[in-house]
């Protein structure tokens, strides 16, 4: 039985309805098309665009062909003691990372049915490939989104997988599953990416009290010369998420 809300407050519905839409899509989209994905009229939503967009929660594209999140959102949940103190903590580790493997690398949490990359540390050389802060995937179809699964206690994991089955996210469970324990198995992550042909993601996860917090991913690219090897940069990085893992018990 759907149980009935105890207040209700229709311009904050109307107003976080329109920010979860444009949370799920990755292109603009004009006032005609919010509006019928959210389910109101253009009368109803007009003020409401126009009150998120001078409080910067949204902007207008630069073609002004619709409008797209900011990311002010995402610095408000950075603002949360928990993420601080996790960047705070992975930050200097990760410079070390970048320096050690040349590559690039970033920091991800899970953030409903999503992965958000919550920092990153770019490559020291001239070339890299790089993953912007707040870029967003699905948990079940992102290596980093795999590991923070991997590395849950049975009721989170069970939480997290009846969340994706209500998004429809795509995914096959069972694959996803068997590939999680798999992952828990290694410690770590070594797959290509979803996102990326040539890109071989490596991901391997922060711990507190025994369950991910969050994820360090770097995503390798063959480099000519090599300078470091493939295996040698999952060791770095197991290196690197331990000595993380323990800055936060401190």
Known sequence: ?????????????????????????????????IASGVGYSRNEIFRMLQVLEERSYIKRDEN????????????????????????????????????????????VVASQEQIVVIARVDAP???????????????????????????????????????LDAKDVGYRKKSFVERAQRVHAQGYANLPSEAVEGVIDLSAPVLQRGSAVGAVTIPYVDRHPAKITLNAT?????????????ALQL
């Open 1 to 33: 039985m759907i149980s009935t809300p105890k207040y209700r407050a229709p311009a904050l519905a109307r107003g976080l309805d329109i920010l979860e839409l444009l949370a799920r899509t990755s292109s603009p989209l004009s006032m005609t098309e």
């Open 64 to 107: 002004d062909s619709g409008y797209t999140l900011t990311n002010r959102l995402f610095m408000l949940g950075m603002e949360r003691p928990q993420n601080k103190g996790l960047v705070e903590a992975a930050l200097p580790i990760m410079h070390r990372l970048a320096d050690e493997t040349s590559h690039a690398c970033h920091l």
């Open 125 to 163: 050389s001239d070339l890299g490939f790089v993953v912007r802060i707040g870029h967003r995937r699905p948990i079940a179809h992102s290596t980093s989104g795999l590991v923070l699964f991997a590395f849950q206690t049975d009721e989170v994991r069970a939480r997290w997988l009846a969340m």
């Open 234 to 246: 999952v060791e770095c990085l197991r290196v690197a998420v331990r000595e993380i893992s323990a």
